[in-house]
């Protein structure tokens, strides 16, 4: 496994909110590249190849239409080479098209000499410069620490600057007791209790419980939680080794009253120590959230069981799931629509298609995942794609298209609708296209067929000029999972 703290699209999400550009950049900008390098809280003896830092960045003004970039970038070691090793691993490009690169970044004495070609910034933004294993060298001792210095560099903009902390800490072991599965009707409750102990032979000063899942679904308000993407409470209870812990009043799950049945939500939890606490802080910019309102929630000893920052050195046992699901026997039906279109060889014609939500109950995509529904197009040979709904992307090959819902609720009697302009090749004689929902939690995936006719003006969709539709936030980064403070490789 690998210890690491948000993933880098997190980071690059609150990048964009403190850019301070307005508007879109034109091909004569000189872009400026704004970069963090996750802090490094680490204890010694941790395990190489365990610990993950992200390095990431975003454009300080919007690139659009997004245009391939070379990115020069270094990695500045020298003052805490005595302390950590960083090692290239590679480079997570989930939302950016780039150039293939096999190692971008090399290591010469303390510092990584880093170059990307043809790099196009996602949503005009994003950039992801790479992931690197830290391990503590054998000179690192608690409450060592010290900088490392990230400069960048994009086409022939300005150089800009960045640094981030390296800490070396205490070695202490948290685990979270949860895995479980719980169910709510429709508009009820359920109850659990997050449960932690001190696995290691160090008293820990203070916990943070991180609870990754949609504030709609948690019902607390509690003054030492931070509510925002996520959700933080901060306890300064002392850890003895050997107890565990859990909250003094459980937390409640609500589920919405028309939520469909089968629902299902993954809750995840994880405890950090004051030291992560402080990192995932100064990732987030102050946007850790909002504190509550309520009464704090307490951390108590279980039924029957400026000082150096304190490491979890195991993130295998640090992490809990509470899986949630609506209860109910009738699951909503859904029905794929995609109704024929005809094509003249060398035109372009409209082409509708997407899902109807029959009922009953409602799918909330950002409250349960399995209600996230997405919708594929393959095209057959001889079509292209003149323009595309906004909330579908290409694979592979740009025959195939992948259509996500977005994060509106679908209640039942509504539907999803994609709308697509497509082009038929001068020697087009005719084919099929298909939609399908690959990914289906209900009855499996079905499979349509979009008729494609050369010539002809009967049986199919009138052709029209494109359609306009509201803007949207990518789906990318609009559905962002946040990792927690560690994550399984």
Not at 121 to 136: K, N, Q, R
């Amino acid at each position: 496994m690998r210890l690491c703290r948000l993933s880098s699209l997190v980071v690059a999400m609150v990048l964009i909110v403190l850019s301070t550009a307005a508007s879109p950049a034109s091909a004569a900008v000189a872009h400026r590249l704004n970069t963090v390098l996750d802090p490094i809280t680490i204890a010694p003896g941790t395990p190489e190849d365990s610990y993950l830092a992200s390095l990431s960045g975003v454009l300080a003004q919007r690139d659009v239409p997004a245009r391939p970039h070379r990115i020069a970038y270094t990695i500045d070691l020298t003052e805490v080479a005595d302390l950590v090793e960083l090692g290239f691993e590679g480079i997570q490009d989930v939302i950016v098209a780039a150039a293939a690169e096999e190692d971008p970044c090399q290591l010469r004495g303390t510092i990584f000499h880093c170059l990307r070609t043809g790099v196009r910034p996602a949503a005009g933004w994003v950039i992801m410069l790479g992931s690197f294993s830290v391990t503590p060298t054998s000179n690192a001792r608690s409450g060592d620490g010290g900088q490392i210095t990230v400069t960048a560099r994009v086409d022939e903009g300005p150089i800009t600057t960045s640094t981030s902390q390296v800490r070396i800490g205490e070695s202490v072991d948290l685990a979270t007791l949860n895995k479980e599965k719980v169910s709510a009707a429709p508009g009820r409750a359920v109850r659990v209790s997050p449960r932690v102990r001190n696995v290691g032979t160090a008293p820990v000063r203070g916990a943070v419980l991180g609870i990754w899942a949609d504030r709609k679904l948690i019902d607390t308000d509690a003054s030492n939680c931070f509510y925002s993407y996520q959700i933080f409470c901060v306890f300064d209870t002392a850890l003895a080794p050997g107890r565990t812990y859990a909250l003094a009043t459980p937390l409640v799950l609500r589920t919405p009253a028309d939520a469909a049945a089968g629902s299902r939500a993954d809750v995840g939890l994880s405890w950090l120590t004051p030291a992560l606490w402080e990192d995932q802080k100064k990732i987030l910019h102050g946007l850790q959230g909002k504190p509550g309102r309520g009464t704090a929630l307490r951390l108590v000893p279980a039924a029957g069981a400026a000082e150096v920052p304190q490491v979890d050195v195991d993130g295998d046992n640090d992490q809990g799931l509470v899986q949630l699901t609506v209860a109910g026997s009738r699951r909503p039906a859904l029905a794929i629509s995609a109704p024929a279109v005809t094509l003249a060889p060398g035109r372009t014609a409209t082409v509708r298609f997407g899902i109807t939500n029959r009922g009953p109950g409602t799918l909330y995509p950002t409250l349960f995942g399995n209600t996230a529904l997405s919708t594929w197009l393959t095209l057959p040979k001889g079509v292209t794609v003149a323009k595309a709904d906004k909330r579908c992307y290409p694979e592979f090959a740009r025959s195939e298209w992948s259509c996500h819902q977005g994060d509106a609720a679908l209640p039942a009697g509504h539907a999803t609708t994609f709308v697509f302009r497509l082009t038929a090749a001068k020697g087009f004689t005719g084919a099929s296209a298909r939609v399908e929902v690959r990914d289906a939690w209900l009855d499996g995936a079905r499979v349509l067929r979009i008729g494609v006719s050369a010539g002809g003006a009967g049986g199919g969709l009138p052709v029209s000029g494109p359609t306009a539709w509201p803007g949207l936030l990518l789906v990318v980064l609009g559905a962002v999972l946040l990792r927690v403070g560690r994550r399984a490789r």
